[in-house]
């Protein structure tokens, strides 16, 4: 396995390099390959993330998402005023031309309707710079459920996960219900600690096939299914895995033909898969860039429609997949209620993808945070985002 992940690094490093130079890319790797780097990349240093988050596919298996030929267009028309927006943290008011500033920003869009108003990178980052989406891609993989169910390959929501992966017969998982991973509902016990090594997202959030549902088989339950929203990765993972075995495809393949190529994505960017030819991690790791995270909005603000304007959803798949579930008012399927009608996909360590359908307005950021979750420049990301939506309202 090691000789076939060398292989891969060295046939992918020679078109990898974007953000970082070729060389420090090559050096990174370097330390990969020496055991200088921890194995987990939560626990990375700042700088090695820069290089790490930027290049995934230098360094991990992944899968292509091939650029569209004909893009689905953006026009830039910058709003300088923008620049001058405040907004408040812990009763202290800033302007985003001082969230602009901040080391973790490595990229932010505004956009309005199809207009581009404000759009802003670091130094080693640019339109074309790819960057890991981590948990943003978990609204993505419910939206292709949405698409399997319009196609065919899925009958309901309703159906049991054992419908689609026997293999799951007998356990907690294979009773739920698609619409309770859906909602992270499934009332299996799981812990989601991000610094702690031996927390079920550290030993498990990035397994996917026969190592997957054989962990997932051995939870007990702990709440009735649908009942208690607990934040979950392998309930997303688990997803793509029912996804996959309902199209009998590639997850990637079928993002490529619904989305990237259907709707029309600008860069090429990649899934990460959990091995060399193995599944895509259905809960994590799309990398794109910044105007294609915006455009990823702008598809499901359009109601989930390809580019000739045909619906790749059932009707009203989503209003009802941004719709407060049972377990927690907050969430639907897959994706951040955020009020008054805006909701939205967020990733760790500062990724995300805001839309807000009433005033036309998607915003995507690409970030680089201190850690995983609830550092400070989370709480202003999240509250600067919020502040330039609204300032769309008049």
């Known amino acids: 396995?090691?000789?076939?992940?060398?292989?891969?690094?060295?046939?992918?490093?020679?078109?990898?390099?974007?953000?970082?130079?070729?060389?420090?890319?090559?050096?990174?790797?370097?330390?990969?390959?020496?055991?200088?780097?921890?194995?987990?990349?939560?626990?990375?240093?700042?700088?090695?993330?820069?290089?790490?988050?930027?290049?995934?596919?230098?360094?991990?298996?992944?899968?292509?998402?091939?650029?569209?030929?004909?893009?689905?267009?953006?026009?830039?028309?910058?709003?300088?005023?923008?620049?001058?927006?405040?907004?408040?943290?812990?009763?202290?008011?800033?302007?985003?031309?001082?969230?602009?500033?901040?080391?973790p920003l490595m990229g932010i869009a505004v956009v309005e309707g199809d207009t581009i108003r404000l759009e802003h990178y670091a130094e080693d980052h640019n339109p074309e710079s790819v960057w890991i989406s981590f948990s943003v891609t978990k609204s993505f993989t419910s939206t292709l459920i949405g698409a399997a169910i319009k196609d065919g390959f899925i009958n309901s929501i309703e159906d049991r996960v054992e419908t689609y992966l026997p293999r799951l017969k007998g356990s907690a998982y294979g009773a739920v219900s698609i619409k309770n991973i859906l909602q992270m509902s499934s009332g299996v016990a799981w812990n989601e600690n991000y610094t702690d090594p031996n927390s079920d997202v550290s030993k498990a959030g990035s397994l996917q096939g026969v190592a997957l549902t054989d962990y997932l088989a051995a939870l007990p339950q702990n709440h009735a299914p649908?009942?208690?929203?607990?934040?979950?990765?392998?309930?997303?993972?688990?997803?793509?895995?029912?996804?996959?075995?309902?199209?009998?495809?590639?997850?990637?393949?079928?993002?490529?033909?619904?989305?990237?190529?259907?709707?029309?994505?600008?860069?090429?960017?990649?899934?990460?898969?959990?091995?060399?030819?193995?599944?895509?991690?259905?809960?994590?790791?799309?990398?794109?860039?910044?105007?294609?995270?915006?455009?990823?909005?702008?598809?499901?603000?359009?109601?989930?429609?390809?580019?000739?304007?045909?619906?790749?959803?059932?009707?009203?798949?989503?209003?009802?997949?941004?719709?407060?579930?049972?377990?927690?008012?907050?969430?639907?399927?897959?994706?951040?209620?955020?009020?008054?009608?805006?909701?939205?996909?967020?990733?760790?360590?500062?990724?995300?993808?805001?839309i807000d359908p009433q005033r036309d307005v998607v915003i995507s950021l690409h970030s680089n945070a201190p850690a995983a979750v609830d550092t400070n420049y989370h709480a202003h990301a999240d509250a600067v985002i919020k502040a330039l939506a609204a300032s769309f309202d008049g």
């Open 226 to 354: 649908g009942t208690v929203f607990n934040y979950n990765t392998a309930e997303s993972n688990l997803l793509g895995e029912v996804l996959r075995a309902a199209i009998g495809n590639s997850a990637t393949d079928y993002m490529n033909a619904k989305v990237w190529q259907g709707f029309g994505m600008e860069h090429a960017g990649n899934w990460m898969q959990s091995a060399p030819f193995a599944g895509e991690t259905g809960g994590c790791c799309i990398s794109a860039s910044i105007r294609d995270y915006a455009r990823l909005g702008i598809f499901v603000k359009k109601g989930a429609v390809n580019a000739t304007g045909e619906s790749l959803v059932p009707e009203g798949w989503m209003k009802e997949a941004t719709s407060p579930s049972k377990g927690y008012a907050g969430y639907g399927y897959k994706w951040w209620l955020e009020g008054d009608g805006a909701y939205a996909a967020s990733g760790i360590f500062g990724q995300g993808i805001y």
């Open 1 to 103: 396995m090691k000789a076939l992940y060398t292989f891969l690094v060295l046939t992918i490093f020679t078109v990898s390099a974007q953000a970082a130079t070729q060389k420090e890319v090559a050096a990174f790797i370097e330390r990969l390959k020496a055991g200088d780097l921890d194995t987990n990349v939560l626990l990375y240093p700042t700088s090695d993330r820069r290089i790490a988050f930027a290049h995934v596919n230098a360094w991990l298996p992944t899968r292509p998402l091939f650029a569209a030929q004909t893009p689905y267009p953006l026009n830039t028309k910058i709003d300088q005023s923008l620049a001058d927006v405040s907004y408040q943290v812990a009763g202290e008011t800033f302007s985003v031309r001082d969230f602009l500033a901040r080391e």
